[in-house]
């Protein structure tokens, strides 16, 4: 068991890590629900607020402390990553260590996340601290990860251009040997390692190069499919930089463009021009939505725009804000979401433009500079 | 709502499909345990049983149906793929789909699997079934999963050998670079780019490559350090292969190895090779995990090997059974698990070595073919 010792926060003056203001704005929005203490289970929340990026991390954060419990793995690591943290080491039987945190501190209650927790680790708990009362909570780290502070937007940006940069450096591969044939599995490929050359640590998500009638599926797969002239193609990818994801789609047509194809991406296009002319901290999720998808519904494509207009992209690659019908809570300032609307007509084809945005209070300002016409990949 | 028509299993007296089997399979293990229907929420669980390889899907398997629940963006590859299943659309309302399909089947009670299924989950399950039973359940489909089929041990032999081929290649590209210097993220990161040209869909963990002190740290993150003279190099690699996970780790000393890094890497294989000879299905996960530990403790190292054995492999790579101290349950004949002991001497470095055996009554057989002595980079 070993209890490191606490920095003081900003104990120089001078300097005070993004974790410490985190978890004073924990404890404010702890504060307001009546919580002394809150079990963080979800990896993302654990990072940004402990800066610890091992995998197996819980954060019990009390009015006075935080505590980062991980196993032996982890120990050296997260006492570099994690200053703001006393590190306790846990085997097997976390719920014995946290009992004796509980009894230590005098904790009465404990909140969880219930969206993180499994019921069976939920029933652990319960054994474990059978004289505290567990509250179970939900999106209370999400809701301060969701307004981004300027370093985060600045990583965000980062990870935005080396997405952007891999992606036009891998269609320049790409073109020379697309009359022999490139299949989406391969031009997928040719975007990872690109970003991985830029820096990325990994994708954000299994990259999407759907071509032909496989752009029909949002979330298709990279198959062994040879693009082919005529093919409309949806690229779909997205790099982990320092922790940071982006998420960035543009749709091209292999060889000349015929009039559908154009008029479908003028569609979706001027969907998500709309939308960033409408788009402002404050406005609903529902709002935001409808932006987009009023111009797609007004030319008789309701039906084949079946998802949301996007989502918050921070440390995870879906994350809060979600914008789409459904969501009524306000966009808050800074927060960073994803504007996809997209067209999606079985056994023709799909086309999405997607681009990331940072919201204010008066407008909305995209991450990164690509070009959003229609790309034709010209052989 | 899309309802699929449920192909009739091995309706052509030929063609039956493994999904069949182990639906039969799972029904027996629910009927053992008085269970009428079974949710089925862990991604690979319901990967192995239905064949669907979408990350949203959840199945319900009932004495006669088995019901694939996925949002609209997967029911085109559903249907492709879990032609076993009913394909029900769910969209923000999943609660209100099994609703109906407890009233139509009648069903009083409905297990879950509770170390997947958030408290959360639980919850809104709970208050759209209100009049259903819901009974907590744990490893049933894991352990179905613990006796691998001869297909998927082909399959994970398969991914052993991309790893093992990617390995030597990665280390022939990395050789003529050495005195110049290579970091171990240059070397995680050809591993993987030759895993990727042999068919890998992805890595099945964040490859490891730690060098010097690093090695020391079982679970080290691949740095900007560069590999020196004198270095132990501790490799910890793993493809996915059509879905099944390899894992292999190889030690490797930069130059010529001096006597106490021998001696340590001696230690380790012979701490593996009594492993090897004593493992058979059978015994407990702890006595497996005592055989490569008492040969480490008899050299009085048992401090410095401070994680279990090793653990199943498939299609995921850490899965039931494990071999750890703590485990009482004699290991399946079929289980595929990984035997990597290890010795880490803080500040001075590690030595792992791990491969893959499947256990049968009689013993355990190596997938693989790899040389396991203490590699040299010479340069």
Redesign the interface.
């Known amino acids: 068991m070993t209890g490191e010792t606490r920095r003081t926060p900003g104990a120089s003056g001078l300097e005070v890590c993004p974790q410490d203001l985190r978890l004073d704005k924990l404890r404010s929005a702890m504060g307001e629900r009546s919580l002394e203490a809150l079990l963080v289970s979800h990896p993302a929340n654990c990072r940004y607020l402990s800066g610890f990026?091992?995998s197996p991390g819980t954060l019990l954060v009390t009015e006075g402390d935080a505590y980062l419990l991980t196993d032996?793995?982890?120990l050296?690591?997260a006492a570099i990553e994690a200053p703001v943290c006393r590190i306790e080491r846990v085997g097997?039987r976390q719920g014995e260590t946290l009992g004796r945190m509980a009894r230590e501190n005098g904790l009465e209650r404990i909140a969880?996340e219930?969206?993180?927790?499994?019921?069976?680790?939920?029933?652990r708990l319960k054994e474990a601290l059978p004289e505290v009362e567990l509250v179970?909570t939900?999106g209370i780290v999400e809701s301060l990860r969701a307004a981004k502070e300027p370093a985060e937007i600045e990583k965000i940006e980062h990870a935005v251009r080396v997405a952007e940069q891999a992606f036009l450096a891998a269609l320049e591969e790409i073109r020379p040997g697309l009359r022999k044939g490139v299949t989406e599995r391969e031009a997928a490929?040719k975007i990872e390692?690109e970003m991985?050359r830029r820096g990325a640590t990994?994708p954000s998500f299994?990259l999407i190069a759907a071509s032909g009638p496989n752009s029909a599926?949002?979330?298709a797969?990279p198959s062994d499919r040879r693009f082919q002239a005529g093919d409309l193609v949806v690229f779909d990818l997205g790099a982990v930089v320092d922790g940071y994801c982006s998420d960035l789609t543009r749709t091209a047509v292999v060889g000349r463009p015929d009039p559908r194809q154009e008029e479908i991406h003028d569609l979706v296009l001027r969907a998500q021009a709309e939308a960033f002319k409408g788009l402002r901290a404050g406005i609903s999720g529902g709002q935001a939505d409808a932006l987009a998808r009023r111009v797609i519904a007004d030319a008789g494509k309701a039906e084949a725009f079946?998802?949301g207009l996007g989502h918050g992209v921070g440390l995870e690659v879906h994350e809060e804000p979600r914008l789409a019908e459904?969501v009524e809570e306000p966009l808050p300032a800074g927060c960073v979401v994803s504007v996809e609307p997209g067209v999606y007509l079985g056994g023709w084809g799909g086309v999405r433009i997607e681009d990331l945005v940072v919201l204010t209070e008066g407008g909305c300002r995209i991450l990164g500079s690509l070009d959003r016409d229609l790309m034709v990949l010209d052989y």
Do not use: I, N, V
């Open positions: 990026t091992g032996f793995r982890y050296e690591q097997k969880f219930k969206d993180s927790l499994t019921f069976g680790g939920w029933e179970p939900r490929w390692q991985r990994r299994d599926r949002p979330h797969r079946g998802h459904d």
